[in-house]
C-alpha cells in the first residue's frame, strides 16, 4: 500500500501514526505528496490533491484521514482505535468530533496565516484564534474523562495532533494556563508513535 502525506500536515499524521501503532510498516510506503502547488504531479495520483490519501493492495485510492485510519485499523481484524462499541458510543463520539473540530479551526487560523500578509483576513483570525481557546477551556474539563484517560481512540490522537499543531505553528500552546489539558498532553507526547511523527 501507499499512504501520501506531508510530513507537517496532521490528519496525515494521524494515517502516519496508524501505520506504526498497527506495525504496519512492512505493508505501507509513506510517500510525500507535494500539495498547494500548481500542476503537481500528485494531482494525477489524488486529483483532489490532499494528503492524507491512502492506495491500498488492489490500486483503490481513498482519502481522509476518518477512513484511512478506520481501514488501517481494520486490516488485522483487531481494530484498537475504532473499538465498534464506540459507533453507537455517543459520549465518545461527541469528544472524537469536538477535537476533529478543532483541529479543522487550528487548521484554518494556520492556513491563513501562510497566505501573504496582505491577504489574510484578520477577522478570520480572531475567530479561529477564539475558537482554538474555548474548545482547549472545554477540553480542560474534559480531558480527566475517562474516554480521553484510557485506552487506544482516536479522540485522544486527533485531540493530541490537535494541540501539537497549535504550539508547532504560532498558534500558540493552548495547554499554558490549563493544568489538567498540559499533564494529559504530556503524557500523550511520550507516545512513541507520536514522538515518531512529530512534524520536522
Ligand atoms: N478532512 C480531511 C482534511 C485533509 C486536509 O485538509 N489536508 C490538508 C493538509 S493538513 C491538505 O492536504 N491540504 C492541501 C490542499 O488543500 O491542497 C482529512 O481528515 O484527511
Not at 485510492?61 to 483487531?78: H, R, W
Not at 477535537?99 to 500578509?117: D, F, K, T, Y
Amino acid at each position: 500500500m501507499k499512504l501520501y502525506v506531508t510530513f507537517t500536515s496532521p490528519y496525515a499524521r494521524l494515517g502516519r501514526i496508524l501505520v506504526l501503532e498497527k506495525a504496519l510498516e512492512d505493508r505501507v510506503d509513506v510517500i510525500e505528496a507535494k500539495t498547494r502547488v500548481a500542476n503537481s504531479p500528485y494531482y494525477q495520483i489524488n486529483p483532489s490533491g490532499r494528503v492524507p490519501y491512502l492506495v491500498d493492495d488492489s490500486g483503490a485510492g481513498m482519502e481522509d484521514s476518518q477512513i484511512i485510519c478506520a481501514y488501517l485499523d481494520s486490516l488485522d481484524g483487531k481494530p484498537r482505535f475504532h473499538d465498534p462499541r464506540r459507533r453507537t458510543d455517543w459520549a465518545y463520539q461527541r469528544l472524537e468530533f469536538a477535537a476533529r473540530n478543532m483541529c479543522e479551526g487550528i487548521l484554518v487560523w494556520s492556513r491563513e496565516m501562510h497566505r501573504p500578509e496582505n491577504e489574510r483576513s484578520p477577522s478570520v483570525l480572531a475567530h479561529e484564534a477564539a475558537r482554538g481557546r474555548r474548545m482547549a477551556d472545554v477540553f480542560e474539563e474534559r480531558v480527566a474523562d475517562p474516554l480521553m484517560q484510557d485506552g487506544p481512540s482516536m479522540a485522544r490522537l486527533i485531540l493530541a495532533v490537535a494541540l501539537d499543531a497549535a504550539a508547532r505553528r504560532g498558534f500558540g500552546d493552548l495547554t499554558t494556563g490549563r493544568p489538567q489539558l498540559a499533564a494529559w498532553m504530556h503524557a500523550m507526547s511520550d507516545l512513541p508513535s507520536m514522538q515518531r511523527t512529530a512534524p520536522p
